[in-house]
């Protein structure tokens, strides 16, 4: 498969414990993309990275999200203490842009969904 | 902030029905995505516009972008089941590829 990969799919965790998200982006794409998407809302920006380099990251994250993409390869996204509101589905997609005014489609992974308990 | 609205929030049709979801920016867009999301699937890219007035069609869909490149349409002609699901625009924040989601129009058809 040579699609968007994240995983775990699925994490069930305590409040006030820390998850880690893994995405493998398609490997020929240099920009990744972390969204978040609550039920019946649209992906939400976190942040993403064109290679290595973090471009932006969304006023609404705060300090207890990072992610890194150490090698412009793969990419982790971590939440520390945990709120019962970090519920969501996160999503992450990649992309290959093709310069000027064409921002390149975005392949999504298939998520990982977060309960904080 | 740039935003980017989508009316309806839902629409239930009969199959064989008409579908129109529409997309409004507060700016000038200089292209706009649309995505479809099946019912606990994730958001799969459809198509792209670019150029003002654009139109484009793939089988029963059209996709239009307004000519002031703030508004973009979705239309699907005689829908089908297989047409259920929440279509999305998506569009760049100015002069940077940091792409931003409508709030989407969730459709659902009726047999």
């Known amino acids: 498969d040579t699609g968007v990969s994240q995983n775990p799919r699925h994490k069930i965790t305590k409040r006030g414990q820390n998850v880690t998200f893994r995405c493998d982006p398609i490997?020929?794409?240099?920009?990744l993309y972390w969204y978040r998407q609550t039920l019946g809302q649209g992906p939400e920006f976190l942040t993403y990275?064109?290679?290595?380099?973090?471009?932006?990251k969304s006023r609404l994250l705060s300090d207890r999200f990072s992610a890194e993409r150490p090698k412009g390869s793969f990419s982790t996204l971590e939440i520390q203490r945990t709120e019962q509101g970090d519920s969501a589905m996160y999503l992450c997609a990649s992309s290959q842009p093709t310069g000027g005014i064409n921002t390149g489609e975005l392949f999504f992974g298939e998520g990982s969904r977060l309960t904080v308990l | 902030g740039q935003q980017v609205m989508q009316i309806p929030q839902y629409q239930h049709v009969q199959e064989g029905e008409d579908f129109t979801t529409y997309c409004n920016s507060s700016?000038?867009?200089?292209?706009i995505q649309w995505y479809k999301q099946r019912p606990g699937g994730h958001p799969v890219f459809l198509i792209q516009l670019v150029k003002s007035g654009e139109v484009k069609k793939q089988k029963r869909l059209t996709f239009q972008f307004g000519e002031a490149k703030k508004n973009s349409s979705l239309h699907i002609t005689a829908t089908q089941t297989t047409d259920v699901g929440t279509y999305f625009c998506a569009a760049p924040i100015i002069n940077t590829d940091k792409l931003i989601f409508g709030t989407g129009t969730r459709l659902q058809v009726f047999p």
């Open positions: 700016t000038t867009l200089s292209n």
């Open positions: 490997s020929e794409h240099n920009r």
């Open positions: 990275f064109q290679n290595e380099a973090q471009l932006e």
